[in-house]
């Protein structure tokens, strides 16, 4: 049997985590789950906390200092590594990302190096934004193709499965220390030549919480794209 982990990066979630927390568990209890929480002024690690000592398979680490999407990421995704993980997803824990496709993003892992859960194939989609933040993404996305590579759909899907194989190969090279890391390790995976393949998601809107994204970070990642497809 393969290990799976997931990893969550967490920032004020203290209204989300413990629901996502419970739909994986309910589902898949053998997989092990790995909370990255950056000092959540809101009271997001107490609540799992609490979840994990339920559990011997949920791993809570609260980093100091410097907060960031990126540094989060990185974090859970070498610590995954380490503990021999087979598969390692990647999802919002904001239950945008829900739990219910994570069986399809494992089982066409079987084929693939990368699976990106993607809004934009067919079957893919968005509910619940608002319009303005659709056309957006949308352009965001677009321009991120060019930029990056037409092969690809959804390059800021930062729900994904990935093989150990493809993960590793890039991990000690991930500088993104905000969202860009979503871009920064799909382009550099399937640089690889890595195999990535994209299944229909949909995408909710957050309910409850607040977003992290605003116009800076989004034109930061932005620049970042031109940065990656001529230093990388
Ligand atoms: N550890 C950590 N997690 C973060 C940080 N910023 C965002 N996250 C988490 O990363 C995930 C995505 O962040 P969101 O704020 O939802 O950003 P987004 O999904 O791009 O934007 P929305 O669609 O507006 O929600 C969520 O699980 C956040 O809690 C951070 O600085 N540190
Ligand atoms: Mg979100």
Request: proline share 3%.
């Amino acid at each position: 049997m393969e290990k799976v982990s997931i990893v969550l990066p967490t920032y004020n979630e203290a209204e989300n985590i413990a629901e996502v927390i419970r739909l994986i568990k309910n589902n898949h209890p053998e997989w092990s789950v790995f909370v990255i929480d950056d000092s959540s002024p809101d009271g997001t690690f107490k609540i799992v906390e609490d979840i994990s000592k339920k559990f011997d398979n949920i791993f809570l680490v609260k980093r100091e200092g410097e907060r960031g999407r990126g540094l989060a990421g990185a974090y859970g995704f070498e610590l995954a590594l380490k503990q021999g993980s087979d598969l390692i997803i990647e999802m919002d824990a904001d239950m945008s990302h829900h739990p219910r496709y994570l069986k399809d993003l494992v089982r066409e892992a079987k084929d693939f190096d990368v699976v990106i859960g993607s809004r934009y194939i067919k079957g893919g989609g968005e509910e619940g934004r608002a319009f303005g933040r659709r056309v957006i993404s949308r352009m965001a996305n677009l321009y991120l193709r060019c930029v990056l590579g037409f092969s690809v759909y959804d390059w800021t899907s930062g729900y994904r499965c990935f093989q150990r194989s493809a993960l590793s190969a890039i991990v000690s090279d991930i500088r993104s220390k905000g969202p860009s890391i979503v871009e920064e390790v799909l382009f550099k995976i399937k640089k690889k030549g890595f195999r990535i393949k994209e299944i229909p998601i949909i995408f909710f809107e957050r309910e409850k919480g607040t977003s992290k994204l605003n116009f800076r970070i989004l034109f930061r990642t932005l620049f970042y794209s031109i940065y990656l497809r001529i230093f990388s």
